[in-house]
């Protein structure tokens, strides 16, 4: 069984049966079909997964308001300095809660940080649920493969597998030399992760209901994917103009679509950290637009809400492709484009999406 699109689109979700025989998330329901032609597929129900992760939620709330939503349906919430007993107890609490009020399973990890108590989460699915001991974090992760170490993609494992470092124990006592050739300057990172080293806080939502919106209703209603995701990325650009002048980052992300009929469609997703860079959140409206727009019927209406606001910028993430000398230059060029708009024009400094809008009015 698997939920996605029946006639096109790509797999939401997957049993694990399914996935068994090779069928995983976003791949084409084309291609899960021809690898199980008696692949059950079922349509998905967003407003009903939204409303239940709402729900799920609510639980970890009753127990601390240090709650941070990484996705619909994965979170980390931080109880503080309380005994070790009393973790396994709410821990406890929480998924017998939601196990007898929603009917669903959740499986819990429970860790000195977020890294140990993720992977912990994830090992032994369905229905997990592990406690790794404050001090113990080593002896946990070192017998894993490398592939558990966030960032470490199916690239970078074939590389620290080629350098003989296919276990997480063996990258926690390699020398940063050996470590270098392989992930350069994020050696030292890397390693601290094989150690289970990770500093990153738990991001609770802000109490602040502020939100940067736009959108813009077509004299003439448009079936153009490319023109809407280019115009979406546009309107993207115009509201992070406004969070990077006040000071703030955002990290939700809705997108917005109206049919002809006026039907209606809305979906959101929450980027693993607070940001203030298109670049950060492009990606994520090209997977809200697939997703919100379900019917591919014409579009009359389109917009874009940022959400989540905070308080200057974040900058813990855990990823080898973007270093964080990285994010400070695009964040000091986007300062540098700012300014060029605000002092000669919004077309005094364009982006590929901006130019192809402009060709594509001339053509109309």
Sequence with gaps: MAVGGSKRGVVASASYEARKLGIYTTMPTTQARKICPNLLLLPGDFEKYERFSRLMFSYAYDHTPLVELASIDEGYFDLGERNEESFSEVAWTILNAIKSSLKISVSVGIGANKLVSAIASKLNKPSAFRKILRGKEQEFLDPLENKWLPGVGPKLATVLNNAGLTHIGMIARASRHRLARCV?????????????IDMRAVIPEPSDAKSYSVQETFEADIFDEEWIGAKLKNMADTLLSKVRSDGKAVRTVEVRLRHHDFEEFRRSES??????????????????????????????????????????????????????????????????????????????????????????????
Aim: hydrophobic content about 35%.
């Design 184 to 196: 350069g300057s994020q050696s030292l990172l890397l390693r601290e992760l094989a150690c289970g």
């Design 271 to 364: 980027l693993e950290e607070p940001t203030d860079l298109e670049s950060e959140v492009y990606p994520v409206l090209y997977r809200l637009q697939r997703k919100a727009w379900e019917r591919r019927g014409s579009i009359r209406l389109v917009g874009v809400k940022l959400s989540g606001i905070y308080d200057g910028i974040f900058q813990s993430r855990l990823s080898f492709a973007n270093s964080t000398r990285d994010l400070e230059q695009k964040r000091f060029l986007s300062k540098i484009v700012d300014g060029l708009k605000m002092k000669h024009g919004s077309n005094a400094c364009m982006r590929g999406h901006d130019l192809y809008l402009q060709e594509y009015g001339k053509k109309e």
